[in-house]
Structure formats: C-alpha cells, structure tokens
C-alpha cells in the first residue's frame, strides 16, 4: 500500500482545460447571440411605433380630432395640435421616409402615405420598416427602397 496514490478531484490542469473550452465557446457563441438580442429590440421598437400609430389612429377617430405623429430627440409622440398627448422612448434610431410628421384625420385615417424606417447600421432578418397607407399601417422588411409589407 506504500506504492498506491489515492486520487481525489481533478487536477489543477483538468480545471484549466475546462475553463479554456468553456471561454472558447463563450467567445465563439457571443456575437450571434448579441445580434439576436439587438434584433429582438428593434423589433420592441418597431412593435411600439406600430402601437402608436394604431392608438393614434382609434383616438383621432372616437374624439373627432386631427392628431399628429411625429419623432422626437428621444422617441415618437401623437400630438393635438402642438400638445404632446402620448409619447414613447426609442432605444434605436428610426426616420420618417418623406416629410417630418404625419397628420392622422379625425376620420382615422392617413393623410399621406409613406414608410417608416430603422435608420441604424444592424443589417436585421426581422421587420425593420412601417408602411403607411391612407387606411392601413402594416410592418414590413426594407428592401433599400421601399418596405415591403409583411
């Protein structure tokens, strides 16, 4: 029995191959998942300024009022006039395609039509548009020159 070395655990080395293969997956499996996670929030963004519009729409319409859309250093708002009357926090940036806002009629419908955007640098698989119809307001996909309703 002098001869015989009992072992218990793993050795110091075992612990560091583990450790090694553990930052080797983290490392190789980080950005995918970044991208995914920042896909999912433009899409949080997208889905809010889809919201918007909606609300917007079926108030402009039970009040009988005209109401605006428009974006804001920090997000989007539905103006009566020139009084904010519900605004929204973006985290990304997203820009009207023609003009600076859009006017919603106390019928609720559009006055114009056109498309809202992501105008950030992620190239996303995800809806990253709005289009703007005078009746309708359908998420979409950017092609490079117009969003293609989903």
């Known amino acids: 029995m002098a001869g015989k070395i009992r072992k218990n655990g793993?050795?110091?080395i075992e612990i560091l191959i583990v450790i090694a293969i553990i930052l080797i997956?983290?490392?190789v499996i980080y950005k995918p998942i970044s991208r995914k996670i920042q896909a999912h929030n433009i899409d949080g963004d997208l889905k809010k300024l889809y919201g918007l519009l909606q609300e917007g729409r079926?108030?402009?319409?039970t009040q009988k009022k005209e109401l605006t859309f428009g974006f804001t250093s920090s997000g989007a708002c539905l103006?009566?006039?020139?009084t904010p009357i519900k605004c929204i926090?973006?985290?990304?940036?997203?820009?009207?395609?023609t003009g600076s806002s859009i006017r919603i009629t106390n019928r609720g419908t559009f006055?114009?039509?056109g498309s809202i955007i992501y105008s950030g640098t992620t190239d996303l698989p995800y809806t990253n548009c709005i289009v703007i119809s005078n009746i309708r307001v359908k998420m979409g996909v950017w092609n490079g020159?117009?969003?293609?309703p989903k």
């Open 10 to 12: 793993f050795t110091v």
């Open 25 to 27: 997956l983290m490392a």
């Open 58 to 61: 079926m108030v402009a319409f």
């Open 79 to 82: 103006y009566d006039g020139t």
């Open 89 to 97: 926090t973006l985290n990304y940036p997203f820009s009207l395609g």
């Open 111 to 113: 006055s114009q039509t």
């Open 145 to 148: 020159s117009q969003c293609n």
